[in-house]
């Protein structure tokens, strides 16, 4: 079993910048990738970026250039700094974690990019 706490989302302005954070708990050693999602309000929940334990990434194409992962995986831990933010980055975003055969989610964390 593993639980996720992200932190890091909040208000942020057209152009600025973001950084979420999500660690993991429980059977941590076993999680082999790791990432984040969204869900904008009256849409699908989407891929951002994933990053799997050896360092793979798979990015999104609309946030492609402007998000960068980072994970320590003795700490069971995940970041994602996004830059230039735009208006449609607003949503929640979820942190995503994956075992083999399962997969876990946090709460998620509200982002809103706004002037």
């Known amino acids: 079993q593993v639980h996720l706490r992200e932190s890091g989302g909040g208000l942020v302005q057209p152009g600025g910048s973001l950084n979420l954070s999500c660690t993991a708990s429980?059977?941590?050693?076993?999680?082999?990738?790791m990432g984040w999602y969204r869900q904008a309000p009256g849409r699908q929940r989407e891929l951002v970026q994933t990053?799997?334990?050896?360092?793979?990434?798979n990015t999104a194409d609309s946030v492609r250039g402007r998000v960068t992962i980072s994970r320590d995986n003795l700490k069971g831990t995940v970041s994602m700094q996004m830059n230039n933010m735009k208006p449609e980055d607003t949503g929640v975003y979820f942190c995503?974690?994956?075992?083999?055969?399962?997969?876990?989610w946090g709460q998620g964390t509200q982002v809103t990019v706004s002037s």
């Open positions: 429980g059977s941590i050693a076993s999680i082999w990738l």
């Open positions: 990053i799997t334990h050896r360092g793979f990434t």
């Open positions: 995503y974690a994956e075992d083999m055969p399962y997969d876990y």
